[in-house]
């Protein structure tokens, strides 16, 4: 029985995928790439944007300590 309680704790506690995971497509090298891309385009601003992509990726894994 304490076996399937610590199991049940530690599948709580295993990280899920965020919603921005989710949306790039599951990997931070997409996410990367789509921010050069965009850098490069003109779409990102190429001074503000990796402070930004650097936040986001820190939000996505629950780390905003």
């Known amino acids: 029985m304490a076996v399937k309680g610590l199991l049940s704790r530690v599948r709580r506690l295993e990280p899920k995928p965020s919603r921005i995971l989710l949306k790039i497509g599951g990997s931070f090298e997409k ?4 921010i050069e891309a965009g850098m490069a385009s003109g ?14 990726k820190k939000w996505a894994m629950g780390d905003l300590s």
């Open 31 to 34: 996410f990367d790439a789509e």
């Open 43 to 56: 779409k990102y601003d190429p001074l503000d944007m990796p402070t930004v992509a650097y936040c986001v």
